[in-house]
């Protein structure tokens, strides 16, 4: 299994699709979120949400220690992020890491840009959609899968774990202040 570094500009013009084959190996659920694994820091990282409406890409501050991350690899970030409910989420800096996607047989590695946040979450990582554009990602939550094109071509499909998907989302619910989405600007009132 070859992994190579690709850049946005680099993605190969695949056509990604779901089809009811797709459907097959879902077990039926109550609308959970695609939840996958990735490789990054040399780790296999579980619990990853693949989350459309975030507007960046987030590592978790427990996660980043677990990686063994230092401080001293983060770099400033001077923005403000929100989470979904409107709270102000300390950011401690943010960090480029090699995270590969693999559905065992084809793999894509992209150099991803990180927020390090600082709060509760039942996921380790929040891939939003600067992460999903640049290696030209899809996901859809009725087939419970992420598609990407690889290097050469081909399409790399991961199935998402359904049991932690369910399992994330059961605990995000129970947790008082858990961060789902987040965003560089507060959700207007309506």
């Not at 995000?172 to 987040?182: E, H, N, P, T």
Request: aromatic share 6%; hydrophobic share 35%; proline share 6%.
């Amino acid at each position: 299994m070859a992994v190579e570094v690709q850049e946005a500009d680099q993605t190969p013009d695949v056509d990604l699709f779901f089809t009811k084959a797709d459907c097959q190996d879902v077990v039926p659920h109550d609308n959970d979120p695609v939840v996958i694994l990735v490789v990054t820091s040399g780790r296999r990282v579980h619990r990853v949400l693949v989350n459309q409406e975030s507007s960046d890409d987030v590592i978790f501050w427990s996660t980043f220690n677990k990686l063994q991350g230092s401080p001293d690899q983060l770099r400033p970030y001077t923005g403000c992020l929100y989470g979904f409910a409107g709270d102000p989420v300390e950011v401690r800096g943010h960090i480029k890491l090699r995270t590969t996607f693999t559905d065992g047989t084809a793999s894509r590695t992209a150099n991803i840009r990180y927020l390090v946040v600082n709060a509760p979450s039942t996921y380790n990582i929040l891939l939003g959609r600067p992460a999903l554009n640049r290696i030209g990602a899809i996901a859809s939550t009725r087939h419970m899968k992420m598609k990407l094109p690889s290097l050469e071509g081909m399409v790399i499909t991961i199935k998402s774990d359904e049991k932690e998907a369910k399992k994330c989302y059961e605990n995000r619910l129970k947790m008082k202040r858990g961060v789902f989405a987040v965003t560089t600007q507060p959700p207007r009132e309506e």
